[in-house]
């Protein structure tokens, strides 16, 4: 299964070659790494001498953008309903992962429709900047935005006010999202809707250590315990490398399933490449709804 992001007017990948992508942000032409991309073939896209900052990885770990042409932020849209303030950050990010709005447009419909009928309560742990929120939110939800960066966290709300739902119920959380689940379980909270983006590696505010292969499972079955009684779907995303979308569509349905029934459908999420029409892997998704 293959997801493909193609319905944006101001993001686009124009060119991939030798582990680099090319891409447009807005008016601004970006160049940044990308381990996906194996292949060296000609740049003849005329924007790979003519861009407005490159970012170049370090030997030593981290990088560094050159050539920096930019304003310190601007702002593309995502349809009629998220706008996004773009930065270019340490680490070549920016603030957005454009292959995510195959998600978002799913979060927001299926909101949408169970809205009309009852209240809706969605969760998104590693929340980042927000777009996942932000479209659960569109879609009529009250929403629980839950980081443990309060420096994303604010730059979520900042994305929240640009797309016109700083007014929608939405909880902004500052919190390590295990720590944030076990509270939620003795305080008997439900979600009828949970997403996530857990990372590979990473250290909690006590020095816990998250590692994907080990960390996950387990925090996937106390998730499971703040699932409501009638829940919509689980989306899990992945961006650790080697990690298979079956892997992540087989714990879900081992979490889930016994009590739900139900189904995972896994696979990556893509960008159309302009040059070649061919399709940029980005990353592991899998979506979880339960029988009707």
Request: hydrophobic fraction near 40%; aromatic fraction near 12%.
């Amino acid at each position: 299964m293959i997801w493909i992001s193609d319905a944006w007017k101001d993001y686009e990948v124009l060119d991939t070659s030798n582990g680099e992508r090319l891409e447009r942000w807005g008016k601004y032409i970006l160049v940044r790494p990308d381990p996906q991309v194996i292949w060296n073939t000609p740049h003849k896209a005329k924007e790979w001498k003519n861009f407005d900052a490159k970012y170049i990885r370090s030997n030593t770990g981290g990088g560094r953008w050159t050539d920096h042409d930019l304003p310190e932020r601007w702002q593309i849209k995502y349809k009629d309903y998220l706008t996004f303030n773009v930065k270019p950050m340490n680490f070549k990010h920016t603030g957005v992962f454009p292959e995510q709005a195959a998600n978002w447009d799913f979060i927001r419909d299926t909101v949408a429709e169970a809205s009309a009928k009852r209240p809706i309560r969605v969760l998104n742990l590693f929340a980042y900047s927000g777009g996942a929120t932000l479209a659960a939110a569109a879609g009529g939800a009250e929403v629980y935005h839950v980081d443990a960066s309060k420096g994303m966290v604010a730059w979520a709300k900042e994305n929240a006010q640009a797309s016109g739902l700083a007014d929608r119920k939405i909880h902004w959380i500052v919190d390590d999202c295990a720590k944030f689940i076990q509270r939620e379980i003795r305080r008997g909270r439900k979600y009828d809707g949970i997403i996530m983006d857990p990372p590979s590696y990473g250290r909690g505010p006590s020095g816990e250590i998250w590692k994907m292969e080990t960390s996950f499972f387990p925090f996937l079955q106390e998730t499971a315990k703040i699932l409501s009684d009638d829940p919509l779907f689980v989306i899990i995303n992945s961006y650790t490398t080697g990690l298979a979308p079956s892997a992540v569509s087989y714990a879900a349905d081992v979490v889930f399933g016994e009590k739900y029934g139900g189904k995972c459908v896994a696979g990556e999420l893509g960008l159309p490449v302009k040059s070649s029409g061919l399709m940029l892997p980005c990353g592991a998704t899998g979506r979880w709804t339960p029988d009707k």
